[in-house]
């Protein structure tokens, strides 16, 4: 616990020093079935071994399975915050790689539909403990919702998950189009899931470039793509992170290249900050509604 409390503090000061904020990531998919969870988890996991500290939270309302990925299980949710003695502590799991998460079973559309009180309540408690991480990442569940939309625009990007089959490539195309309607300045990043070939990752990517940059004169980040990997269902099986069951594997090594992209990015973008954060505008879309 001192040790978690020093690490904390040493990262409280660094932010200070740098003038950086935790930043925000939504990861989605126009359908189910895409892989987002364990990209979510891996993501999440390649950000730990680059020294990042990352808070995972499960969205996926009644059908979370980061737990799963993880063979383990927890008796929290976000919901439990409001329950008595227990507190924004205790929701936290560690996993490996000093991994933080928050499992599913419930998320913000309940909890934003309570009274102004407890919504104000919650979103103190998830500012105060965000100082300790430099990345909170919500692994989206499937739909979409007024309440879901409002999350979206409050995160600093947006990673759409697909696999190159024209049923998902459908549904991301009309996912992205309704965010950026929604917010034509959010950033979205696509990733490709399960690739067959170097050219049908490629090739996927490209595509849905075109079609954003036509359609919605949108540019798409094309954060890489995953090739199908029989190590990943062997992983998932075995309910141990892809990344950390065999970190030689093609898709562990797509994967690391997709996290050090995405961190170089960032930091040439940094000077380009949206002007508000993530819990300004939480504020602002629940509360001022």
Same mark, same amino acid.
């Given at each position: 616990m001192m040790r978690d409390q020093a690490e904390s503090l040493r990262l409280r000061v660094k932010k200070m020093q740098h003038g950086t904020e935790t930043k925000t990531i939504a990861v989605l998919s126009g359908k189910g079935g895409v892989g987002k969870s364990n990209v979510s988890l891996n993501f999440? #996991?390649? #950000?730990?071994?680059?020294?990042?500290h990352v808070l995972l939270f499960d969205m996926d309302i009644g059908m979370g399975n980061i737990d799963i990925l993880l063979g383990?299980?927890?008796s929290y949710t976000m919901i439990d915050i409001f329950r008595p003695n227990v507190t924004i502590h205790d929701i936290i799991k560690t996993g490996p790689e000093q991994l933080s998460f928050i499992a599913g079973g419930t998320g913000f559309t309940e909890i934003f539909h309570m009274d102004e009180q407890k919504v104000e309540y919650f979103i103190e408690q998830l500012q105060l403990v965000s100082e300790q991480y430099d990345y909170l990442i919500f692994d989206m569940g499937a739909g979409m919702s007024e309440d879901r939309l409002q999350l979206l625009k409050a995160v600093d990007d947006i990673f759409i998950v697909t696999t190159p089959e024209p049923t998902a490539l459908t549904d991301a195309y009309a996912t992205m189009?309704?965010?950026? *309607? /929604?917010?034509p300045?959010?950033?979205i990043y696509v990733l490709v899931n399960r690739a067959r070939s170097d050219k049908e990752g490629v090739e996927?990517?490209?595509? #849905?470039?075109?079609?954003a940059k036509r359609f919605l004169g949108k540019e798409l980040h094309a954060l890489g793509y995953v090739p199908e990997d029989r190590t990943v269902s062997n992983a998932v099986i075995r309910q141990t992170p892809? *990344?950390?069951?065999?970190?030689? /594997?093609?898709a562990s090594k797509a994967l690391m290249r997709m996290t050090d992209r995405y961190l170089a990015n960032g930091e040439h973008e940094e000077q380009t900050k949206r002007p508000f954060h993530f819990f300004a505008k939480l504020r602002q879309y629940f509360l001022e509604r």
């Open positions: 999440s #996991l390649a #950000l730990r071994q680059r020294e990042k383990q299980s927890s189009k309704y965010i950026h *309607l /929604a917010d300045q959010l950033p996927t990517l490209q595509r #849905l470039k075109q079609v892809f *990344l950390l069951f065999d970190p030689s /594997a093609k």
